[in-house]
């Protein structure tokens, strides 16, 4: 029994530790991201991990490396081969998404702690100045309410340029639904659409009718029985 009891605090201890490492923020690292024409190409360098830094799936040592001796800055490039930068920028994201013009980014914000709900969720630049910022309490009525992890949440469901193939608008979709097209050129939002708001909305709508109606019923039984 003393042998079990000790096999069982190991063993959580092992699922505590082994969810306390997968939840651990990942180190930055170079990559690219192109525009969907292929004309451009966002180079986004971390300088400050090794040269040997290991991005993924999908990135090499070697391929970052590559990237990080190639370019002289983070920003936008021609798809051309060029190492000349049309435009920089001075700051790091793990994700971003490019614009067919080679002038509009979205940066995506960082993975957010638990509770933090001020954090930024996307922000929108024409070339390095920033336009627009919306906060995760910005985006999502009900925040406390997103899944969580050991110490994170998350909250996006999708984001993207809608295709520049669209409308040119930007989508972003979170995790309880609420939908928003932003105009990438200005950040400024276009349309809405806030699922928890129409629901909650609608449930008001139905209870106060309900209430309205047994009002009604109890007065007409008080007048029959007077």
């Known amino acids: 029994m003393k042998n079990e009891y000790i096999y069982f605090l190991g063993f959580m201890f092992a699922c505590v530790s082994i969810g306390a490492y997968a939840d651990q923020e990942a180190t930055p690292a170079s990559f690219t991201r192109g525009s969907a024409d292929g004309r451009y190409i966002f180079v986004m360098l ?36 060029s190492t000349n930068p049309l435009w920089t920028i001075d700051w790091y994201s793990f994700s971003i998404d490019v614009s067919m013009d080679g002038e509009h980014i979205v940066r995506h914000g960082p993975w957010p702690g638990r509770g933090e709900y001020e954090t930024e969720a996307v922000s929108f630049f024409q070339r390095d100045h920033l336009l627009k910022t919306y906060r995760i309490s910005d985006l999502v009525d009900f925040p406390a309410l997103l899944p969580r992890s050991v110490s994170h949440f998350m909250w996006e469901k999708d984001g993207r340029l809608d295709g520049y193939c669209e409308q ?50 109890r007065k007409l039984r008080k007048n029959s029985n007077d």
């Open 46 to 81: 971390a300088t400050n991990t090794p040269i040997n830094e290991d991005w993924g799936f999908f990135m090499t040592p070697e391929m970052t490396s590559d990237l990080r001796r190639r370019y002289p800055a983070s920003g936008m490039y021609l798809n051309n081969g």
């Open 168 to 217: 040119g608008l930007y989508v972003v979709t979170t995790l309880h639904g609420e939908t928003y097209w932003i105009d990438p050129d200005s950040g400024e939002i276009l349309y809405t659409r806030r699922l928890p708001r129409i629901v909650l909305t609608g449930l008001a709508i139905v209870l106060s009718a309900l209430l309205l109606f047994l009002a009604l019923i």
